[in-house]
């Protein structure tokens, strides 16, 4: 038996490459820019989150490494 405990899921099969990657350059950018509308810890939050999705992307592609 399995439990998991999670905020959020995402099905393998939902994930945008191409979303992931413009996710990541925002909060980049939100990062670098302090006068930016979102604050630090959304911008982290959301690099946290696209990081986590390219990951994902990366061990579907190669699932032995």
Known sequence: KVTVLADTAVRAADIDEAA?????????????????HITEADALAELARAAAML???????????
Do not use: H
Not at 25 to 36: C, H, I
Not at 58 to 64: A, E, F, G, S, T
């Open 20 to 36: 992931a990657l413009e996710a990541k350059q925002r909060a980049e950018e939100a990062l670098k820019d302090k006068s930016s």
């Open 55 to 65: 990951k994902m992307v990366q061990k579907l592609r190669n699932p032995r490494g």
